[in-house]
C-alpha cells in the first residue's frame, strides 16, 4: 500500500506532520507493507531564487502583526514541534524559494535516498544553523543524505532538471483537491489534511488497508499551511 505526502520544506506543519504521521506508521501491524513516496508543492512558487527575508518579518507581513506577535506565532509552533521530539529555532531563519529543493529531492527518489534528504533538509530550516536556500548547503545535505556531489551540483546548476516533475506534483495536488500541506493520499483512496495526531494515522491507515469504503477523517482543528502561505495555528 502507497502513501503520498505533498508537502514544502518550508512548512513547519509539515515539518511537524512527517513526525506524527511516522509515529502513526510505527503503531501499524503492516507497517513493513508500506511505501511512502513524498510529493513537490510550494507554498510560494512565486517567489524568486535568491530572494529570501526573515521568517519573523515573512510572517508578520503576512499576517498584518507585529513583530512580538510574530515571534510569539514561532514560539507557539516551535512549542508544539518539540512536543515531538524535534529540534527548532525561533531566530535567524529566513523564507525563500523551495523550487531548487523541491527538484533535488526528485533526484533523491531516483536514487533511493529521499526520505533522508527530507528529514536533512527539515533539520536544517528549522532546528540548525543553516539557510536550505543557499546552494552550497544544499549540495552538503544532498552528499550528507548520500548523493554524489557532482550530480547534486549538476541539477541544481541546470534549472530545468526534475522542473517538469515538481509542477507535475503540483498539478497533481490541486486536482486532488489539496488547498494546503501537508497532505496524504493513502492507497489512492483516501486523503488525510493536515498535522493530525498520530493516532489519526494509524487509524487511517487501518481502515485502508482493511478495504473499507472512505471518507476523510481528522480532527478539524489539525494545523496546515495553506496553497497562499499562510500556516494558521489552530484554536487551543
Known amino acids: 500500500m502507497r502513501v503520498e505526502i505533498w508537502s514544502d520544506i518550508a512548512c513547519p506543519w509539515c515539518y511537524i506532520g512527517k513526525a506524527r504521521f511516522e509515529k502513526g506508521l510505527a503503531a501499524f501491524a503492516h507497517r513493513d507493507d508500506i511505501e511512502v513516496v513524498h510529493r513537490s ?3 510560494d512558487p512565486n517567489r524568486a ?17 507585529t513583530r512580538e506577535e510574530a515571534q510569539a506565532m514561532e514560539e507557539h509552533v516551535a512549542a508544539t514541534a518539540r512536543s515531538e521530539g524535534l529540534g527548532y529555532r525561533t531566530e535567524g531563519r529566513v523564507h525563500g524559494s523551495t523550487f531548487d529543493i523541491h527538484r533535488l529531492l526528485h533526484l533523491a527518489k531516483d536514487r533511493g535516498h529521499q526520505d533522508e ?16 536556500f543557499d546552494t552550497d548547503v ?61 493516532d489519526v494515522f494509524t487509524q487511517a491507515l487501518e481502515q485502508a ?27 487551543a
Open 49 to 65: 531564487k535568491g530572494d529570501t527575508a526573515p521568517v519573523i518579518d515573512m510572517l508578520a507581513a503576512k499576517y498584518g502583526r
Open 209 to 235: 488497508w482493511q478495504g473499507r469504503v472512505l471518507t476523510p477523517v481528522g480532527t478539524a482543528a489539525a494545523a496546515a499551511c495553506d496553497a497562499d502561505g499562510s500556516c494558521e495555528i489552530p484554536p
Open 41 to 43: 508543492f510550494e507554498l
Open 138 to 198: 544544499l549540495v552538503r545535505l544532498g552528499v550528507e543524505a548520500g548523493l554524489g556531489e557532482d550530480e547534486v551540483r549538476a541539477v541544481l546548476a541546470d534549472g530545468s532538471a526534475y522542473a517538469d516533475d515538481v509542477r507535475a506534483d503540483e498539478r497533481e495536488a490541486a486536482e486532488l483537491g489539496a488547498t494546503g500541506v501537508p497532505f496524504f493520499v493513502i492507497d489512492r483512496r483516501y486523503g488525510v489534511s493536515g498535522g493530525q495526531p498520530a
Open 117 to 132: 534528504l527530507l528529514d536533512l533538509a527539515y533539520r536544517a530550516n528549522f532546528a540548525e544553523e543553516r539557510s536550505v
